[in-house]
């Protein structure tokens, strides 16, 4: 009897934040790399997207908590990859950039990649959200001396550690508190540019002046967080080495 060789484990699981993003879901799910895992997480999402991504390969979560932190969170407690990386399922970024982006963290030479946005058209970014950005980058380095200049959607780095950071945001504050908690691990944090492109559909954060002052207070309340102390610098640094 010849027995059917088991699947080889999924080396990188890409989390898929999705809230109504029909239009944009092929293209994306069309991008992600060769042997990765799309990991679509629908918030609530009312145009099929959830259907759509389950019909062209994708694994779906649904979390029916709103907000782009519950959806990044839940992606990454269902991720089972050595390996996470995120993207915006709104085609302003390129997945097909993802294996570039997570090098670095694959050979150990760095424990959190993230991706500058590098706005192709000058509508791509809109000026509030370019401002809002400038002035959390200062704040950022204020309170980590991280010298980044985006805080992109667009990052990779190791499940273990990730989830060692015991996040607790789950609104527009998760990213940043991603970060803050990695610097105060002491993880190896780089930055790389990723081309930025006009997104498919509205934005649900920063295409809105409003949308912008609740990412920019969710954000606030994290960086007032007084530093903690966890695990993650072990969990985060021991993988791949």
């Known amino acids: 009897m010849i027995e059917t060789p088991l699947p080889s484990p999924v080396r990188v699981d890409v989390v898929l934040p999705c809230l109504d993003e029909a239009q944009a879901l092929p293209w994306v799910l069309d991008r992600i790399p060769q042997g990765w895992r799309a990991i679509v997480v629908d918030n609530g999402s009312t145009d099929g997207s ?143 540019d990723v081309p930025y492109h006009p997104r498919t559909g509205r934005s649900k954060v920063t295409g809105t002046w409003r949308g912008t002052w609740h990412a920019v207070r969710d954000m606030r309340a994290v960086l007032d967080e007084r530093p903690i102390r966890t695990t993650a610098v072990a969990s985060a640094q021991g993988g791949g080495r």
């Open 50 to 192: 959830a259907d759509i991504a389950r019909e062209l390969g994708a694994q779906v979560v649904h979390e029916p908590r709103r907000g782009f932190g519950a959806a990044c969170h839940a992606g990454l407690t269902a991720a089972t990859a050595d390996v996470v990386c995120f993207c915006d399922c709104d085609a302003s970024l390129d997945p097909a950039l993802l294996p570039g982006l997570a090098a670095p963290v694959l050979d150990g030479s760095a424990d959190l990649v993230l991706g500058r946005r590098r706005p192709t058209t000058p509508t791509a970014w809109p000026a509030h959200a370019r401002l809002a950005n400038l002035e959390l980058s200062r704040l950022i380095r204020r309170r980590t001396g991280l010298r980044l200049r985006d805080l992109g959607p667009m990052r990779a780095a190791r499940r273990e550690g990730l989830l060692a950071l015991a996040l607790t945001d789950r609104r527009s504050g998760y990213p940043l508190q991603m970060v803050v908690r990695a610097a105060d691990a002491g993880w190896r944090v780089q930055e790389t």
